[in-house]
């Protein structure tokens, strides 16, 4: 399979149906060597493209990734940024806010992260917990303290949905670019992979109680993730649904669309100019003569 991007995409006003979106598809590799070779050609595509990013210090990117637990967010972000200069990418991971975030705005936190220009920003999970958790235990709402009236399901999801839109519409208009993934699992292959963090000694450590009582809020997790995704996927700020059953394969399609936006960027190396010839030309000069 060729990986296209816009096949991923989900359009600006477009209803989600998440059960209408594959969590596997056919794959872009026939082979574990083939998509060892693929992946390191697009990671060296991606590193030339960030120093170039890094040098015209035009714009900035901001990378989002959403999912259900062993979705495989930290292996994507690993295995695909691996070529990149750790100078010019960030990563964050936001968990439960602490006490001092709670006395914000909801998108106080984050926007403290949000990425330079000339740098790529990764935010593993991000600001949509706030209406994706949240909207689930809606007991973590009330723990906000937000002034009465403001916290009703009727008005919060709604608001916070347009914050967020004209959040990352502020953003493009000042030249970052964010590009939104939805790591999409399905429930039987999450429980696979459950199971082998509890047979593989080397994966205790990524499981715990808590996973298997989220689990038993897939279909609400679901609801949640259908409403963000129809609200919020933008022309300038598009989320893309990524079939994350098959790890690799989601791996190379997320490549592809980082590959894809970067390459749609006009960007160049900074120009000489007659100033700057002079400039270098003497010191060259000096450093001939010894």
């Known amino acids: 399979m060729k990986i296209k991007s816009k096949d991923f995409r989900v359009q600006e006003g477009k209803k989600v149906s998440l059960d209408k979106w594959p969590t596997r598809v ?16 697009q990671v060296a595509e991606l590193s030339e493209l960030q120093r170039l990013h890094y040098a015209s210090n035009q714009y900035s990117v901001l990378l989002i990734f959403q999912a259900m637990d062993a979705a495989g967010k930290d292996g994507a972000i690993r295995h695909v940024m691996s070529g990149i200069n750790p100078q010019g990418c960030q990563v964050f991971s936001f968990k439960h806010p602490s006490a001092a975030e709670l006395e914000h705005d909801f998108l106080w936190r984050t926007s403290q992260c949000l990425p330079e220009r000339g740098r790529i920003g990764i935010f593993n999970r991000s600001y949509y917990e706030e209406v994706l958790i949240v909207r689930v235990h809606p007991e973590i709402l009330r723990s906000q303290g937000l002034p009465d009236g403001l916290h009703t399901e009727k008005t919060i999801w709604e608001g916070r949905y347009r914050s967020i839109v004209d959040l990352e519409n502020h953003l493009h208009r000042n030249g970052t ?14 429980r696979k992979r459950f199971l082998d963090r509890i047979d593989e000694p080397e994966k205790n450590w990524k499981f715990s109680q808590s996973d298997i009582e989220e689990r038993k809020f897939w279909k609400q997790y679901m609801k949640a993730y259908e409403a963000c995704l129809t609200a919020t996927s933008t022309k300038r700020a598009p989320w893309y649904v990524v079939p994350a059953d098959d790890k690799q394969n989601a791996r190379l399609i997320v490549s592809k669309i980082i590959l894809d936006t970067f390459n749609s960027l006009n960007m160049h190396y900074p120009a000489t100019d007659a100033k700057r010839e002079q400039e270098l030309m003497s010191i060259r000069r000096q450093l001939m003569h010894k």
Request: aromatic share 14%; hydrophobic share 30%; net charge positive.
């Open 177 to 190: 670019r964010v590009i939104k993934f939805f790591l999409h699992l399905s429930e039987e292959e999450q």
């Open 26 to 41: 056919e794959p872009a590799y026939q082979s574990n060597r083939k998509y060892k070779k693929i992946l390191k050609k």
